[in-house]
């Protein structure tokens, strides 16, 4: 099972990424993807997830109108457009895969805080960095 990120990069400030995340052998059904983000000296936050069966998101307030999450079930592809990139955006960003069976939005938002150890797969990551 691989999750594998792409897309990072360097960008100026109010600048936009897009990121993807690859999923390869595993049945992507019934997951919630997330994205986490992890800045030098900072724990990992949960910015974003969107589960697999039917594009169901939500977004921690740090990203929420400014960041997308969205898939491509056929390519078993996740993606985070970052619209308005700000300086504190820098860090990692990660996709994260678990497996989950629940309802909507309000389900999907305590998944961004759960602890990484909970999720089933990880990505190694992909770096992105915004200068001011």
């Known amino acids: 099972v691989q999750l594998v990120e792409s897309g990072g990069g360097l960008v100026q400030a109010g600048g936009s990424l897009r990121l993807s995340c690859a999923a390869s052998e595993f049945y992507f059904e019934n997951y919630a993807i997330a994205w986490f983000r992890q800045a030098p000296g900072q724990e990992r936050e949960g910015i974003s997830v969107i589960r697999s069966t039917d594009g169901t998101t939500a977004y921690a307030d740090s990203v929420k109108d400014r960041f997308i999450t969205s898939i491509d079930r056929a390519k078993k592809t996740v993606f985070l457009q970052m619209n308005n990139l700000r300086p504190v955006d820098t860090g990692r960003y990660y996709c994260?895969?678990?497996?989950?069976?629940?309802?909507?939005?309000?389900?999907?938002?305590?998944?961004?805080?759960?602890?990484?150890?909970?999720?089933?797969?990880w990505g190694q990551g992909t770096q992105v960095t915004v200068s001011s």
């Open positions: 994260a895969a678990l497996l989950f069976l629940g309802g909507g939005t309000p389900s999907l938002i305590p998944i961004l805080s759960r602890h990484p150890a909970e999720f089933d797969y």
